[in-house]
């Protein structure tokens, strides 16, 4: 997994490239904690170039997410390739998280 990280004011926008698989969640859960911390207004990723998402992965963002929103700030997910777009479909993530194809 390959991550780029940018900020532009209260936003941080992260890339994400790659298999998501559980060896690579360890290292989302530290990008995730070190987010959190970061304290931006919005954080926006870009999921177009991972093909594969673990449950374990998934569940990290969806912590993730629930922590951001019940501290007022907003998670968008701007990009997303067909196969992780799926899975978050068919568990109804995305009508929790915003997601831009």
């Known amino acids: 997994m390959e991550i780029s990280c940018q900020n532009d004011g209260n936003t941080a926008y992260v890339a994400l490239n790659g298999s998501v698989d559980n060896d690579e969640a360890k290292e989302l859960g530290q990008l995730l904690h070190t987010l959190l911390s970061q304290g931006h207004d919005e954080i926006v990723f870009k999921l177009s170039g991972v093909l594969f998402m673990s449950s374990l992965a998934i569940g990290l963002f969806l912590i993730f997410y629930k922590e951001l929103i019940a501290n ?30």
């Not at 968008?76 to 915003?98: A, E, Q, T």
């Open 72 to 101: 007022g700030r907003r998670l968008r997910i701007r990009g997303i390739s067909d196969p992780v777009y799926r899975v978050f479909h068919s568990i109804k993530l995305d009508k929790l998280i915003p997601v831009e194809k």
